[in-house]
């Protein structure tokens, strides 16, 4: 079962087979879509994992999981590498997806609220909350209103 060997990868810790997961995972056709019974895809079990997973990252979005998914505490992704202090992961997965997806993950609120950033910090994972604070200033994010360019044209009410 897809779950299961999702949750498996996640209880597994340092002695996870996450080549096993993707083999699980590309033998489903919807594999890569699954989610287990707490919301946890298989982004978010490789984002939080202690073991470098910087090729399964790369895999796994390359395959189409989703990227801007939440769990069932409104985790994405990004919160579990803010949580479980990775910041390689967060680096990985920041550099591996579109501005807009990387705009949303790093803006995106659990259900207490908050911020990946806020997260890491409140789990001093420094790291992990330096590269969300450079990818919040480098992710033209839409809520940032842009300055009005200042025009020659004439006011409507100048006009006869």
Known sequence: DVADAIKQAWDLGVEANFDRLLSVLKNDPNGFKTKTSDGWTPLMVACGSPIDTEKVIKTLIKEGVPIRDA?????????????????????????????????????????????PLEVASEESNGDVAEILTSASDSTPLRQRKQPLAKSDATPIDDVD
């Open 71 to 115: 769990d069932n505490d409104g985790w994405t992704a990004l919160h579990w590498c803010a949580f479980h202090g990775c910041p390689e992961s967060a680096e990985t997965l920041l550099a591996s997806i579109s501005k807009d997806d990387a705009a949303f993950l790093v803006s995106a609120k659990d259900s207490q609220g908050r911020t």
